[in-house]
């Protein structure tokens, strides 16, 4: 209904939502292809909130593969957009994920 509307923020929202239930079922590949495109989704909208939180998610899936590196500038980038947007409660899930990925 989201992509009929032409509602992108919405969409975003049921691609990440989506990527949640995915997760649960263990399809590692269709997580990330979810989360990159709400992902997208909401950079094209400016949502930075938004763009923060899913980075976070996409930070988790570095790490689980074995990309230190990648899920730490994930983190940073998410740092700072969340900053810049006010968004402090995203700001305590970085936090929270540095400490969950030993990246504090």
Do not use: P
């Not at 989201?2 to 990440?16: G, H, I, K, N, Q």
């Not at 399809?27 to 939180?53: D, I, M, P, Y």
């Not at 593969?65 to 500038?73: F, I, S, T, W």
């Amino acid at each position: 209904m989201a992509t009929a509307a032409r509602d992108e923020l919405t969409l975003s929202y049921v691609l990440r939502h989506l990527c949640f239930a995915e997760q649960a079922a263990g399809r590692v590949h269709a997580v990330r292809q979810l989360l990159t495109e709400s992902t997208r989704l909401r950079r094209k909208l400016s949502f930075t909130a938004g763009v923060a939180a899913n980075l976070i998610g996409l930070a988790d899936l570095a790490a689980s593969d074995g990309d230190r590196e990648a899920a730490r500038e994930l983190l940073d980038e998410a740092a700072g957009l969340a900053a810049g947007s006010g968004a402090h409660g995203v700001g305590r899930w970085i936090v929270q994920a540095r400490d969950r990925l030993g990246l504090a």
